[in-house]
């Protein structure tokens, strides 16, 4: 049979160290988790077991104690910021949490609506109404928009914050000079 990369060996030793599982735990785990393989060093996803767990027990004998020793000190000293023989990191970013809101349509709607007042603002424009106090409160009302209680009232405050955003548009389009549209 063909050797086990040594790649594959070294970083489910790591796993191993990391999360403190049985070896076949941890075998059985890096079957199953697709980010596991991808820092074993596989481009593609695999459903069989890399290698018999006990593999795993002879690779440990062979490079000692010693070996295995020196292998986790290096991946501290690569991470820790010490010199360890390697010139860059390379770190995947693409499964760390993101600051990210997303655009619905009641935050599009409020964006419009403060918008509008600001410009009004700006230009000296008096409007009927700002609804500013009753925008507020329709955005309030989507807070809980899932919950069955508060469907009905949520979905009434979604079109009444659409009609306001309207108006304001409406509005501002009549009373601004031609030049400033």
């Not at 596991?36 to 996803?45: D, I, L, T, V």
Request: hydrophobic share 35%; proline share 5%.
């Amino acid at each position: 049979m063909p050797s086990v990369p040594i790649r594959v060996m070294v970083s489910i030793l790591m796993l191993n160290q990391m999360f403190k599982q049985s070896d076949e735990t941890v075998v059985e785990r890096r079957r199953e988790n697709p980010y596991w393989q991808y820092f074993s060093g596989m481009e593609y996803f695999q459903t069989r077991l890399p290698f018999d767990p006990s593999d795993f027990v002879h690779f440990r004998g062979r490079i000692g104690e010693k070996g295995a020793e020196k292998l986790i000190r290096l991946s501290i000293e690569l991470f820790d910021g010490k010199p360890a023989g390697e010139k860059e990191v390379i770190v995947d970013t693409t499964v760390q949490e993101k600051n990210i809101t997303y655009p619905t349509d009641i935050k599009l709607q409020k964006k419009i609506i403060e918008k509008c007042l600001k410009i009004a603002e700006e230009n000296g424009i008096k409007l009927r109404q700002s609804y500013s106090g009753v925008a507020k409160q329709h955005i309030q009302n989507q807070r809980w928009r899932n919950h069955p209680k508060n469907k009905k009232k949520a979905i009434h405050s979604a079109r009444k914050l659409k009609v306001i955003a309207g108006r304001l548009v409406r509005e501002l389009d009549r009373k601004l000079p031609e030049g400033k549209k």
